[in-house]
């Protein structure tokens, strides 16, 4: 078996054979991370630059100890205090960047599409670790391994995306992987931040959590921006919570207990109450720790491809 | 294409017998001995080997399972990715002797990956090699402490394993090159 692409740049397109390889894959790789010397050789003398053009702490601890841990030699890049703040364009950083020798890049930036331009510049392996709003397809893997964990399989899974979708990567790269997968995908939040014609996508729109709520088997909580209030898309944090928060009293009300998944940070009480994101259906703290697992399984299939 | 059975059913378990006796009268018994298996026939026969010592010496010995894929010399750039399977050890090598299983030994190179595999996972007083065939053609200095069948071969032959596991039967064949593919 080998990934159709040398690149990843978003699980749009991305087949079920490849989702399923970097599934099983990763979960050898959990194997790993139970050592007690979490270090293995596959990816010795291979060099990764972090290209992280916006601010990320999880996601740029979990490549980089992904990457460390298959014995790779890694460089940080953050945009501030770079020489992008002296203006230097995404191509130029890239193209002086290759000419170091570099094997893999990771790169998040603001810009959607932003991966998929370094691939027409560089010769690297190129991972989207997110870019603006189109995709983030580590996470959507991670959060797929989660509930295969959980469920056995994705087939006929059904999984509700809640909050604030239209400005979501996350919700994106979801939405692609798990309609491959087999599983029934809806979302539900305010209408303002759900994007017209997603239906198309083959997913259920709907605008009330109670609507909702008897009919899946997952929750996937999205974190609710505190900017979105000032750009009026949702009068306040509270009215938000009120309506689209998810708590226990609400999850109650479902026929079985619901998965309750979270990509963080939590905004603690306002996307997700307390007691759910500490209660006994959360998964929120396995999905940072097969995180891990699934870039160490991306960056082993993408990295030893060629 | 030639297929000789080299060694049918019958001489297959005799074969294992005899192996996992030579464990143990090696030993002096199963003391801080451990067994540990290549995936995949290395770790069936890894399961039969501990299966005869238990019977002969009423002790149970741990059988671990290594997955090598990640120590491989030749991971990069294969058209075939190998695929990654968990090594499942889970029990303390420090201080062990461990008898390390595999079905055939031939390059060597299969044997180097397993030691460094183990060697991340701890230190083991003393690692000791168990094949069931050894065909010839090292490319590295490794040499088994207990074969099974020495049978030689030429490069271009194979050595193939079967076990009811997975294969349905007991067996070692030798696959040879008729005449008109070994002239090409």
Known sequence: MKLQSRHLLGMEGVRKEDITLILDTASSFKEVLERPIKKVPPLQGKTIVNLFF??????????????????????????????????????????????????????????????????????????NAGDGAHEHPTQALLDMMTLREKYGTLEGLRVCIV????????????????????????????????????????????????????????????????????????????????????????????????????????????????????????????QVTNGEAVRMSVLYLIGTSN | MMKTKVLDAESFRRTVTRLSHEVVEKNKGVQDVVLVGIRTRGEFLAHRVAKIIEEIEHTKVQVGILDITLYRDDLHGRLDQPELKSTKILFDIRGKIIVLIDDVLFTGRT?????????????????QLLVLVDRGHRELPIKADFVGKNVPTSRGEQVQVAMTETDGEDAVYLIGLDEKESAQ
């Open chain 2, 111 to 127: 044997i180097r990956s397993a030691l460094n595999a183990l060697m991340d996972l701890g230190r083991p007083s003393m690692i």
């Open chain 1, 163 to 286: 909050g604030d979708i239209v400005h979501s990567r996350v919700a994106r790269s979801n939405i692609f992987g798990l309609k491959t997968m087999g599983a029934e995908v809806s979302v539900c939040g305010p209408a303002t931040l759900i994007p017209r014609n997603i239906e198309e996508l083959g997913v259920r729109v709907y605008h009330r959590l109670e609507d909702v709520i008897p009919h899946v088997d997952a929750l996937n909580v999205l974190r609710i921006q505190l900017e979105r209030q000032k750009s009026g898309l949702f009068p306040s944090l509270r009215e938000y919570h009120r309506y689209f928060g998810v708590t226990k009293a609400k999850v109650d009300r479902a026929p079985k207990p619901i998965t309750i998944m979270h990509p963080g940070p939590i905004n603690r009480d306002v996307e997700l109450s307390a007691d759910l994101a500490d209660g006994p259906h959360s998964v929120i703290l396995e």
């Open chain 1, 54 to 127: 916006e601010s990320s702490t999880r996601t740029r601890i979990s490549f980089e100890l992904a990457e460390r841990r298959l014995s790779a030699d890694v460089v940080n890049f953050a945009a501030s205090g770079s020489s992008v703040s002296k203006g230097e364009t995404l191509k130029d950083t890239a193209r002086n960047i290759e000419a170091m020798k570099i094997d893999m890049v990771v790169i998040r930036h603001a810009a959607s599409g932003a991966p998929h331009f370094l691939t027409r510049v560089v010769k690297a392996n190129v991972i």
